[in-house]
């Protein structure tokens, strides 16, 4: 659990983390992203000043912490390092808990006993003093299996097929009744409150589709290769989205 100290300063309750805890943070920072972050961006969210960030991340790179950039530029944390595991604040274990508690109420078979996995290992691995937070976590979601259709494909071998690239054929009934063959490009699963769906992009159509996995009649996991990378078809499938729901948000035209 992070330590701070805390005073009052001008009628303002003011929280400093101890310097070892800022560090942390901000190596947690960034690791979020990619992109430069610039020491404003952090200053910001440590609520401290921008002078401070300068002089831990100058105090990072002399424990060859590998960060890249400069003042007015932002920081980029390089690929490769990483922190020993499971050294996870109070926070971070309640979001695992609390994830792990809605993929158990939820999730497919699989993916169920991964959750009940993981909510023992950091069990067992954390700390004496944090492991009561992982056992009797403050936030809660429902534990008890929410009633949905049952999976008419095999959901390990869908994100099999989504992590290897794969194209899978299917044979589809609609809301309607009305079946089609499709082979569609798998680029990931929805886990919804009642139904999950297997999204991807459908060769018959030429556009994206969401197909619930109830309404699966048949299903082949193909060897083909999907020609585009997984990572580019989820950010135009995002972007699809955002534009729909943009439209439904538009007022109509007047005459």
Wanted: charged share 30%; net charge positive; aromatic share 6%.
């Amino acid at each position: 659990m992070l330590s701070a100290i805390v005073w009052q300063h001008g009628g303002m309750r003011v929280t400093a983390l101890r310097k070892a805890d800022r560090l942390f943070q901000i190596i947690q920072i960034l690791r979020r992203t990619r992109r430069p972050v610039t020491a404003e961006a952090i200053a910001e969210e440590l609520e401290t000043s921008k002078r401070s960030v300068y002089r831990d991340i100058a105090t990072l790179m002399a424990q060859r912490v590998p960060i890249r950039g400069e003042a007015g530029m932002g920081y980029v944390l390089e690929a490769g390092f990483d922190l020993p595991p499971l050294m996870l604040t109070a926070e971070e274990i309640e979001a695992a808990m609390l994830g792990a508690q809605w993929v158990t109420a939820r999730g497919d078979p699989a993916l169920v006993r991964a959750a009940q996995d993981l909510i023992a290992k950091i069990a067992s691995a954390v700390p004496e003093r944090l492991r009561p937070i992982a056992l009797d976590p403050a936030a809660r979601t429902r534990t008890d299996r929410v009633p949905m259709p049952e999976d008419a494909i095999d959901m390990a071998l869908v994100r099999s097929a989504i992590h290897g690239a794969r194209k899978i054929a299917l044979t589809y009934r609609d809301e309607k009744g009305a079946e089609t063959a499709r082979i569609i490009w798998p680029i990931a699963v929805g886990y919804l409150e009642t139904v999950r769906m297997v999204i991807g992009w459908c060769e018959m159509r030429k556009d994206f589709r969401h197909f619930r996995t109830d309404r699966v009649i048949a299903a082949e996991f193909l060897d083909d290769r999907i020609p585009e990378r997984t990572a580019t078809l989820r950010a135009r499938w995002r972007a699809a989205m955002k534009d729909q729901m943009a439209q439904r948000k538009m007022p109509a035209a007047a005459d």
